[in-house]
């Protein structure tokens, strides 16, 4: 019976950071448990997020007319501006190529820089656990996992992107079309776009997985576990909307 049941483990068990990759979205606790043990496997869902993420941005500056895009923002973040000061903030704000261009690395830029902060908080709320036994780096590593959705709400917002008429006056919703801003319809001028850019599915899918990876990894509780992954995302969303009301 043991035996059987050792097979029947072993057979369920992660053993490549390809399966991972997959297993994921349908076996997020079993990925968890190999990647206690697995070194250097969180490269893959990093490249493939580093590469995919920038691409909507990097599209949407393509398709979209970016002068009706630069008067809008400005619209929204200087509106009290004469028209000299406008014209200086246009120069700031560049082409669309230049815009397509700093897609392509500040997109991977912010989730470095993101993916550390998380990685600190995580490192910090667990060193008092006494199963958890790993370091900074470890859960570095596990917030590329946690992102993992993101290339799903990437590829939609591809398929939409790619179906746009160059020229378009498009929101950037379009870039997040798991999110309720894009649920919504929220316009580009619209000051609660950005919070609801991110109460989004794939950031909702993100958190169980963080709360997954926090009940294989320490001795917390299923609740503990759901209120620390969530944390996070509360401040960012509480923060974006206290800049709105402030609008």
Known sequence: MSEMQNDHNNSNAVTNPIQACNDIFIRPSEVFKALAVKDNWSWLPFILIAVISCLPAYLYFGV????????????????????????????????????????????????????????????????????????FMDWYGVQWWTMMPYIIGAVVSLAILVMTEPGSQLSPSAMAPLSMSFILGLDITNPWLSVMNEIRVDRIWGIILGASCLQQWTNFSRNKAYIVATIPSIILIAFLTLLASLR
């Open 64 to 135: 979209i007319d970016y002068s009706w895009y630069v008067d809008a923002q400005l619209s929204v973040l200087a509106p009290n501006a004469s028209p000299a000061e406008l014209e200086m903030q246009r120069s700031y704000m560049g082409t669309a190529e230049s815009a397509k261009s700093s897609a392509l690395y500040l997109t991977p830029v912010m989730l470095v820089i993101v993916s550390a902060i998380s990685a600190l908080y995580y490192t910090i709320v667990t060193r008092n656990d006494d199963k958890s036994i790993h370091s």
